[in-house]
Nanobody, 116 residues
Framework: QVQLVESGGGLAQPGGSLRLSCATS????????MSWARQAPGKGLEWVSG????????YYVDTVKGRFTISRDNAKNIVYLQMNSLKPEDTALYYC?????????RGQGTQVTVFS
């Protein structure tokens, strides 16, 4: 059974940092790229970042480039999203997604709220 469990969300002030984690099980982690996506209140799902199977290739949506860093630990089957210089517009429910894009299995999400 495929499972993705996100954690690490919470409240942050503008300029602050949070580190999201996604613990996975039920599939061969090293056989899949992984992504993060988010859904802001009243908006659709937005792809944020993706990382290749071996972790050597990463992609970001323009709005988070230079602020967010995706990484993965293939020994622990975990994918991370380090979020720095947070902005109020980063407020959203963040999902871990199996594969590139937003159409794969995803978890329940973890809420990130940025406010001053």
């Amino acid at each position: 059974q495929v499972q993705l469990v996100e954690s690490g969300g919470g409240l942050a002030q503008p300029g602050g940092s949070l580190r999201l984690s996604c613990a996975t099980s039920g599939f061969t982690f090293t056989s899949y790229a992984m992504s993060w996506a988010r859904q802001a209140p009243g908006k659709g799902l937005e792809w944020v970042s993706g990382i290749s199977m071996n972790g050597k290739t990463t992609y970001y949506v323009d709005t988070v480039k230079g602020r967010f860093t995706i990484s993965r630990d293939n020994a622990k089957n975990i994918v991370y999203l380090q979020m720095n210089s947070l902005k109020p517009e980063d407020t959203a429910l963040y999902y871990c997604v199996r594969g590139w894009g937003m159409s794969g299995y995803r978890g329940q999400g973890t809420q990130v709220t940025v406010f001053s």
